[in-house]
């Protein structure tokens, strides 16, 4: 099947598609390897997404990004009626959950990169003037060679038309990389489809972020985790205590990391929160209780990315296990203790990751958004 772009370039779409879903179906596309196209189903072709797509490719992202974020880069047409896109080819097919959870089991160094991968991605975003909105593990993709990460199904963001200001929402997310701002407002009978503006935003982005790097750090904990402390049963003559869920406590604003509840403890399988170097604490401190009452409060991409950067250079390497890495600060390896506590490993290293992790791909790192200036 032929196609027209809005750029005025012919596509061919090659048979079979290569993956479908519940939108439409996706192409290779005939001596274009590098992209692919995705044909809508007819009910999903509606005025709404065209002109949301074109808002997207009036807010072009860096050449440089397009392999951190899968942008839009052309929208088609089939006879002059509206069809699909075209976006660039992801090749990394890993969601971030998995690299959390532990299916490839990265060391402390390796995480922190994709951390800093991550980073860069959502700093790109951010920096052509839009939001992410849905910033859900499973629209990050890794790849667990490189420590590559792409931001992906990025027509549901939040997108701001540049032209007329008009604003296409995001209408889908994740509890669990939502702030309390954000669920307040879609509380009482309102979703994200009707509650009043804002609803995502920059700020909003910065605390699924943080989420996100917390988990990589902290051998897959989510912030807002917590458990029932056992001894604290015991006392009460065995009455079942039960841990609130990560979405209750980010409403509540109880980052049990830092406060202590009465009957909870934090989960087994997660570190110290001293485990992590002060000024990374205290990016989190302002991530998850400073910001929960002033979202302006969360450090932006740069400053993760700095700090990111700041704590890979300061690594100790573990005299037991050379494939434990941990931070300075600190005179014992917290991984050593915690296997011991859980008594399995911990952090094992079965794949090998780049040395230096990449920010936008090897040949294009030049052209990454920047992260050296606050505020970006």
């Known amino acids: 099947m032929i196609y027209q772009g809005k750029s005025g370039k012919i596509y061919e779409a090659a048979e ?3 993956g479908s879903g519940g939108e439409g179906r996706v192409y290779s596309i005939c001596g274009c390897p590098d992209k692919v196209l995705k044909v809508l189903y007819p009910d999903k072709r509606t005025a709404v997404r065209h002109r949301k797509l074109l808002a997207m490719l009036a807010s072009p992202l860096p050449a440089g990004a397009l392999s951190q974020v899968s942008w839009p880069v052309d929208v088609i047409y089939e006879n002059g009626s509206f069809t699909g896109y075209i976006m660039p080819l992801v090749k990394n097919r890993e969601s ?6 532990g299916h490839h089991a990265l060391n402390f160094r390796e995480k922190a990169g994709i951390a800093k991968n991550l980073c860069s991605a959502v700093n790109a975003v951010h920096q052509a003037g839009q939001v992410c909105g849905d910033l859900n593990p499973n ?9 590559l990460v792409t931001l992906v199904d990025t027509d549901s963001y939040h997108i701001t038309d540049r032209k007329d200001r008009n604003l296409y929402r995001c209408t889908v997310g994740m509890p669990e990389y939502m702030p309390a701002e954000l669920q307040k407002k879609i509380s009482g009978g ?28 902290m051998n897959g904990c989510h912030p807002f985790a917590c458990a029932a402390d056992p001894a604290s049963v015991n006392k009460t003559g065995g009455v079942s205590l039960v841990a609130p869920q990560p979405v209750e406590n980010i409403r509540n604003g109880f980052f049990p990391f830092r406060s202590k509840g009465t009957g ?5 399988y997660a570190p110290e929160f001293s485990v992590l170097p002060p000024d990374l604490r205290s990016l989190f401190i302002r991530a998850f209780e400073e910001g929960n009452t002033d979202p302006s409060r969360r450090p932006d991409a740069a400053e993760w ?15 037991s296990d050379p494939e434990h890495f941990y931070p300075a600060h600190l005179t ?7 296997r011991g506590k859980l008594q399995r490993p911990v952090l094992k290293q079965p794949v090998m990751l780049s040395q230096t992790p990449v920010i936008s791909g090897n040949k294009a790192a030049a052209a990454a958004p920047p992260l050296s200036t606050p505020g970006t």
């Open 96 to 101: 971030l959950s998995a690299v959390c959870s």
């Open 139 to 147: 629209n990050i993709t890794v790849d667990s060679m490189s420590g």
């Open 16 to 18: 079979p598609p290569i």
């Open 190 to 217: 309102f979703t994200l489809e009707n509650a009043p503006l804002p609803t995502f935003t920059k700020e909003t982005d910065l605390f699924a972020l943080a989420v996100h790097i917390f988990s990589l750090l």
């Open 332 to 338: 014992d390896c917290p991984w050593c203790a915690l």
């Open 305 to 319: 990315f700095r700090a990111l950067t700041d704590l890979q250079s300061g690594l100790k390497i573990c005299r």
């Open 264 to 268: 909870l403890t934090l989960p087994k």
